[in-house]
């Protein structure tokens, strides 16, 4: 069995310099004209059932057949805020760079009109990037939109950093770890998922600092030639 790595095995000031960026993020009060909003996205694989499951009896789980149908794929869009407990999700059929500039613009206009700037916290995905804007809109509307953001992206092997992946983890243990034969039942699925985790306002108070770093993670620090 292979191992794997959540943060370098070996000390890395690219990995410090962003870990410790974020972490500061983090320590920000909460300001509702700055909402911190951490971003990550995950495929989903619809698969239908080729047979009819057998329905639960008392006593009795259901019974599903190990055949399924494949369905292709969808994308899950999780967009969280962390200090004020709220979740938005967007599922989309394919996971390009127009559809993150997509997201973004409803992050921006529709959940965050009245937000001065929003801090994005979130991975250096190849489509994460506000030139992305300008792949999906006219000029004028990508510059808008690339002056709403100010991006914090996580390190390479520090995507424990990104609390979205937190989130989105909780949602295929609680919701998604089935089969799912379509993206509007995925979509309604994941909706009604984070309508209950926002009614409930599910926050994540997150207390890692960059002091705790500089002790807890110091191998991963240069040490400095005098």
Same mark, same amino acid.
């Given at each position: 069995?292979?191992? *794997? ?25 909460? &300001?509702?004209? +700055? ?11 619809? %698969? ?17 057949? /190990?055949?399924?149908? +494949? ?7 999780? !967009?969280?805020?962390? %200090? ?12 390009? *760079?127009? =559809? ?6 409803? %992050? *921006? &206009? ?9 801090? !994005? ?10 030139? *992305? ?10 510059? +808008?939109?690339?002056? +709403?953001?100010?991006?914090? /992206?996580?390190? #390479? ?26 993206? &509007?039942?995925? =979509? ?16 994540? =108070? ?5 002091? =705790?770093?500089?002790? #807890?993670? #110091?191998?991963? /620090? ?5």
């Amino acid at each position: 069995m292979k191992e *794997s790595w959540c943060i370098p095995p070996k000390a890395e000031a690219a990995f410090v310099c962003q870990m410790e960026d974020v972490l500061d993020v983090y320590q920000r009060p909460y &300001d509702p004209k +700055r909402p911190q909003i951490c971003m990550d996205e995950m495929p989903k694989q619809l %698969l239908a059932e080729k047979y009819e499951p057998l329905p639960s009896k008392p006593g009795q789980l259901e019974k599903q057949d /190990y055949e399924y149908e +494949r369905q292709g794929n969808a994308n899950i869009f999780m !967009l969280f805020e962390p %200090l004020a407990g709220k979740r938005c999700i967007e599922t989309h059929s394919h996971r390009k *760079s127009a =559809d993150w500039a997509h997201v973004m613009k409803a %992050l *921006s &206009d529709v959940h965050y009109p009245d937000a001065e700037v929003i801090v !994005l916290v979130m991975d250096n995905l190849n489509t994460h990037k506000l030139a *992305s804007f300008y792949e999906a809109f006219e000029p004028q509307e990508a510059h +808008r939109l690339s002056r +709403r953001f100010e991006i914090h /992206y996580t390190p #390479k092997h520090g995507s424990w950093l990104n609390m979205a992946e937190i989130e989105l983890s909780a949602l295929v243990r609680q919701c998604l770890n089935r089969r799912i034969p379509d993206q &509007d039942m995925l =979509d309604a699925e994941a909706q009604a998922w984070a309508k209950e985790r926002n009614e409930q306002v599910v926050k994540v =108070d997150w207390r890692f600092t960059t002091a =705790d770093a500089r002790i #807890k993670l #110091k191998h991963l /620090y240069p040490k400095i030639q005098v």
